[in-house]
């Protein structure tokens, strides 16, 4: 099945035998489809224009219909990137993290924006990263976008201007595609300044969200960020005033004493924003007391906050000493935050750039290799929703992750039978399916990235 010609032509068509996760039939399993021991359905899926027109049981569709039969093998929806920085991708052959750590990330990605970020510099990286992501089946994006005053940095532009005039030229490209989402990104004292103020307009004239990172200009997460209180008030009035969401970079550090999670509950909380709220990151969580974990956790809950853990990213720049092994994994302790039944999903974060050296923006192996750092696993059934219907309802898309009736026909078609055979493998012969139709878009060249030819 390796062809996009696998699916029939016709207007209407159905999808035989398919193994879908029960995470993802979010309208409910469909009575009396078998289910495998990771919960995953066995049913038949009616794609009519475009759209997911009838979800039966295996061998309940009608025959008249013409048919392509997955024999068992795994269909899911395009997944949800809740958390990228499409703005800063594919910078890391020019402008390289010395000792690939957070303060040399930092670094670097201020001697790369003020050098390079022109218009023309973003939309090249910007496109490539969704044409990646578009081919390997990722069907909603949500980016943080370098949003601090240039003025203080030195940049000969407006930076935030630049980048979100650009964001919302791809936005409009993609639409159809890709939905996209874009979140203000600077340190939170910025809001403090007449600058903030400006931001928070130019994020509400361009339908995005506000959002920041909860260390100073300049400086690291960790201790105490003295205003923190203060900062937040003047975020959240700025985001009630123009009704605005918030997503904000939190405590992205394996200093314990960094706790301004705590803080953005009671601010979500003081300001009515319950619902309203997502939290990236959170590493210090898992290495604070467990009282005060266990705290912080059940005011997340009480306020409504979803929480989206960035593991590829954070192993790799959590815990890093040079010549000395890392000795935890740097992720926020989701099982528990999970069972506190606060929204928890899993997302991509940075791709080859200063803050993160790899990546090719696949959610799928986001997926895959969140399993195994997260431990959620044994079993499998409940890892799906992590990367579809939790971050896609977050993004108030209410199809976007999931297979029910009505939702567009948007789905990857894997050759694993099982999550196991999912988990296993990175599946690059998956097949990518838009509103009923196999896309034939491929994973850019590298040299796509300069504009030069691929040798084959
Ligand atoms: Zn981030």
Known sequence: MSE?????????YR???????????????????????????????????????????????????????????????????????????????RTPNPDGDFPGARDATTADRTRHWDAEDLRRRMAYGLACAFAHGTGAI??????????????????AATTWAVFREMRAAWAGR????????????????????RLADLIAESDGLIGGVTRPTGGLHGGALAEIDALLDRLFRLARERNLDVDLHVDETGDPAAASLDAVARATLRHGYEGRVTCGHCCSLALQPDAQASDTIARVAQAGIRIVTLPTVNMYLQDRQRGRTPRWRGVAPVQELMAAGVPVMVAGDNC??????????????????SVRILHLDHPLAGAPALAGPVPGAMMGL???????????????????????????????????????????????????????????
């Open 4 to 12: 996009p010609s696998f699916l029939p032509e016709a207007r209407a």
């Open 142 to 159: 949500r980016t943080h976008l370098d949003s601090q005053d240039s003025a203080g940095e030195g940049a000969l532009r407006d930076q």
């Open 398 to 456: 209410p199809h976007a992750g999931t297979i029910r009736e009505g939702a567009p026909a948007d789905l990857i078609l894997l050759p694993a039978r099982s999550l196991n055979e999912v988990v296993a493998r990175p599946h690059a012969d998956r097949i990518v399916v838009v509103a009923g139709r196999a896309i034939a878009a491929r994973r850019p060249a590298y040299e796509a990235l300069s504009g030069e030819a691929a040798p084959w």
């Open 178 to 197: 890709i939905a996209l989402q874009g979140v203000g990104l600077t340190p939170i004292d910025a809001y403090a300044t007449a600058y903030g103020r």
């Open 352 to 369: 080859r750039d200063a803050f993160y050296a790899y990546g090719d923006h696949d959610m799928l192996d986001t997926f895959r290799a």
């Open 15 to 93: 999808l035989r035998n398919a193994r879908v996760p029960g995470a993802f039939l979010t309208g409910g399993v469909p009575a009396g489809a078998i289910l495998d021991g990771d919960a995953c359905a066995l049913i038949d899926i009616v794609v009519a224009d475009g759209v997911i027109a009838g979800l039966l049981p295996a061998g309940a569709s009608p025959d008249t219909l013409p048919a392509a039969d997955l024999a068992g093998r795994q269909a899911w929806p395009r997944l949800v990137d809740a958390h990228t920085h499409l703005d800063k991708g594919h910078t890391v052959a």
